[in-house]
């Protein structure tokens, strides 16, 4: 993956200053932005269904293991649900209401 530092310079695609009329225009790569917000939604969502912890700091971080958990779902490997494993333990039946 691509650093932090590296991610933001990418969102920025032209900085445009000119002196005489002191203006200054900001052309944004939208789709970078657009691609950004859409991946924080689906890992929210994610984390909600899966019952992990939601820490939107942790988005494109390979370290974190909520992260890892959610890459790993979107590859396609099969995850545990936390809310499942929870009421196992807790001798708990989530599906009654």
């Known amino acids: 993956m691509k650093s932090a530092k590296t991610t933001r310079t ?9 002196p005489k009329g002191k203006t ?8 970078a932005y657009r691609k ?14 899966f019952g992990h912890a939601y820490d939107p700091a942790a988005l494109y971080n390979t370290e974190d293991p909520n992260y ?3 890459s790993a779902f979107k590859s396609g ?3 545990s649900n936390n809310w499942m494993r929870d009421a196992k333990r807790n001798g ?4 009654v209401r």
């Open 92 to 95: 708990r039946n989530i599906f």
């Open 77 to 79: 490997t099969r995850i």
């Open 24 to 31: 200054m225009s900001i052309k944004y790569n939208r789709d």
């Open 36 to 49: 950004v917000f859409d991946d924080l939604d689906d890992y929210l969502r994610f984390c909600k269904v």
């Open 10 to 18: 990418a969102l920025l695609s032209n900085i445009t200053l000119k």
């Open 68 to 70: 890892a958990t959610y």
